[in-house]
């Protein structure tokens, strides 16, 4: 359970989370203990563990203490090309922060084996983001600019090839593979699209 941020209650719930992510960047998130936050923050683990039940718990805590709106939101300019290619260039932008990198790594493939905490994952981010960017892609599908299938498949195809290269492949995540991804999404309604972006 989050602890209520005020007052020393904040500043303690900030020492600690910091120190979660120091520690994940130094070491790597699969090595990092209770242990060591505890010692780290100068706090008691019976701290930790009265806050947040688990490890992965912990982390998913930092993880939206440090993911800003941005790389979330899917933007709304008029043009879904260019505002799929903002929303997606973000992930690269958060992506290439080592730190956040490894912590979203560590996070999602805990969540795996994690029942509760992939249960939280979704509520705390996967669930408000596809809320949130439903509306703009039926939109655009109304336009005549996204093919006409269910928004959530469109997300899919937008976001399954980056977790693909970050996960699995290794592959580089450039801005021109996220370019590519997002004329290829848009191509199936505009087969123009992809020689003109």
């Known amino acids: 359970m989050t602890p209520t941020s005020t007052g020393r209650t904040a500043r303690s ?3 600690i989370l910091r120190a979660a992510l120091d520690l994940c960047a130094e070491q790597s998130y699969g090595s990092v203990t209770m242990e060591a936050i505890a010692a780290r923050a100068r706090v008691g683990k019976p701290t930790l563990y009265r806050w947040w039940p688990s490890k992965g718990v912990l982390y998913l805590d930092v993880v939206l203490a440090e993911v800003s709106e941005r790389f979330l939101v899917l933007p709304d300019t ?3 090309a260019a505002d799929l290619r903002t929303w997606i260039r973000g992930f690269l932008d958060l992506f290439a922060e080592p730190r956040l990198r490894a912590l979203c790594v560590g996070v999602v493939g805990t969540a795996q084996h994690d029942p509760e905490l992939k249960a939280m994952v979704r509520k ?13 892609i039926a939109a655009a599908q109304a336009a005549g600019q996204l093919p006409a299938m269910e928004p959530d498949v ?9 977790w693909y290269r970050l996960l699995i492949s290794e592959a580089p995540l450039t801005p021109e593979y996220a370019d590519a991804v997002v004329a290829a999404v848009v191509g199936v309604s505009d087969p123009g699209v992809r020689e003109t972006s």
């Open 78 to 80: 008029g043009d879904i």
């Open 124 to 136: 705390a981010i996967h669930d408000p983001i596809r809320a949130r960017n439903q509306s703009r």
């Open 13 to 15: 719930r900030e020492t």
């Open 154 to 162: 469109i997300e899919d195809m937008l976001i399954s090839p980056l």
